[in-house]
C-alpha cells in the first residue's frame, strides 16, 4: 500500500529574531541555537517516508542555504506580514509548485523530532480534511495538515489549539508521538526535549547554554 505523500512547510524567522525567550540562557549562541533546532527538525522530517519534500518559508539567507544543502526547498517571505501568513504562502506555492497533494504546517523548532513519530501523525491526519496536532502543553499547534485541494487556513501564535478547533480542524489525539509535539521556546522547553533526545546539532550546542537543573 502506497504511504500519504506529504510537502511540509516549515517557516523560519530571520535568526537574530528567533528564540528570544532563550536569549538569557542561551547569550550570542541563540541565533545558533535556533538554526540548529530548524537542522534538526527539517532532517528528520526528510527522513520520514511519508514526506515528500520539505519547503522551507523564511528570510534568512544564511540558514536557507543550509536547510537547502540538507535536502529541503526553500521560498522567501514576501507577504512579510507574520507566521500566518508566511504559512498559507507557502502552502500556496507547494500547490503551484507540485500539484494539489496533502500539505501540513510545521514548526520549526521540534530538535527531538523523530521520522516514525511524525509518520504516525501523518498518517492519523491524512484521515481528515483538516487536522491538527496540540503542542506538549495543549496549548499551541505544532502540526496542521490539509488534504488535496484544502485550504491550509493556518491559526498559528499563542493559544493556536482552541483556534484550530474552532476553525473545523480535528485534532490529533495520539499520545505516543511526545518528539512532535515538543517546541522549544524557553529554557524549560529545551531540557524536556534533551530529555527525548535531541538531533545532533542541538545536541552539539545545549552543553554550551547556562540550563539550571531542572
Same mark, same amino acid.
Given at each position: 500500500?502506497?504511504?500519504?505523500?506529504? @510537502?511540509?512547510?516549515?517557516?523560519?524567522?530571520?535568526?537574530?529574531?528567533?528564540?528570544?525567550?532563550?536569549?538569557?540562557?542561551? $547569550?550570542?549562541?541563540?541565533?545558533?541555537?535556533?538554526?540548529?533546532?530548524?537542522?534538526?527538525?527539517?532532517?528528520?522530517?526528510?527522513?520520514?517516508?511519508?514526506?515528500?519534500?520539505?519547503?522551507?518559508?523564511?528570510?534568512?539567507?544564511? =540558514?536557507?542555504? %543550509?536547510?537547502?544543502?540538507? /535536502?529541503?526547498?526553500?521560498?522567501?517571505?514576501?507577504? /512579510?506580514?507574520?507566521?500566518?501568513?508566511?504559512?498559507?504562502?507557502?502552502? $500556496?506555492? =507547494?500547490?503551484?509548485?507540485?500539484? %494539489?497533494?496533502?500539505?501540513?504546517?510545521?514548526?520549526?523548532?521540534?530538535?527531538?523530532?523523530?521520522?516514525? %513519530?511524525?509518520?504516525?501523525?501523518?498518517?492519523?491526519?491524512?484521515?481528515?480534511?483538516?487536522?491538527?496536532?496540540?503542542?506538549?502543553?495543549?496549548?499551541?499547534?505544532?502540526?496542521? $495538515?490539509? $488534504?488535496?485541494?484544502?485550504?491550509?487556513?493556518?491559526?498559528?501564535?499563542?493559544?493556536?489549539?482552541?483556534?484550530?478547533?474552532?476553525?473545523?480542524?480535528?485534532?490529533? @489525539?495520539?499520545?505516543?508521538?511526545?518528539?512532535?509535539?515538543?517546541?522549544?521556546?524557553?529554557?524549560?522547553?529545551?531540557?524536556?526535549?534533551?530529555?527525548? /533526545? @535531541?538531533?545532533?546539532? @542541538?545536541?552539539?550546542?545545549?552543553?554550551?547554554?547556562?540550563?539550571?537543573?531542572?
Amino acid at each position: 500500500m502506497s504511504l500519504p505523500s506529504w @510537502t511540509l512547510v516549515v517557516p523560519l524567522k530571520p535568526l537574530a529574531r528567533a528564540k528570544s525567550r532563550l536569549a538569557e540562557a542561551a $547569550g550570542a549562541l541563540r541565533p545558533e541555537l535556533a538554526l540548529a533546532f530548524a537542522l534538526d527538525t527539517v532532517a528528520a522530517a526528510l527522513d520520514c517516508p511519508e514526506v515528500a519534500r520539505v519547503l522551507v518559508v523564511t528570510d534568512d539567507a544564511a =540558514a536557507g542555504a %543550509e536547510l537547502v544543502a540538507l /535536502g529541503a526547498d526553500l521560498v522567501p517571505d514576501p507577504p /512579510g506580514a507574520g507566521l500566518n501568513a508566511a504559512l498559507a504562502h507557502g502552502a $500556496g506555492l =507547494a500547490g503551484a509548485r507540485y500539484g %494539489e497533494g496533502r500539505v501540513a504546517a510545521m514548526s520549526a523548532d521540534l530538535p527531538a523530532l523523530r521520522a516514525e %513519530e511524525l509518520g504516525r501523525v501523518l498518517r492519523a491526519a491524512a484521515g481528515y480534511p483538516r487536522a491538527f496536532l496540540a503542542d506538549t502543553q495543549l496549548v499551541g499547534t505544532t502540526l496542521l $495538515g490539509a $488534504g488535496p485541494g484544502l485550504a491550509l487556513a493556518p491559526r498559528f501564535e499563542g493559544g493556536s489549539r482552541l483556534r484550530h478547533a474552532a476553525s473545523g480542524a480535528h485534532e490529533l @489525539t495520539l499520545a505516543d508521538v511526545p518528539s512532535v509535539r515538543r517546541d522549544v521556546d524557553t529554557p524549560d522547553d529545551l531540557r524536556a526535549a534533551l530529555r527525548l /533526545g @535531541t538531533g545532533p546539532r @542541538t545536541s552539539a550546542l545545549a552543553g554550551l547554554v547556562r540550563l539550571s537543573p531542572g
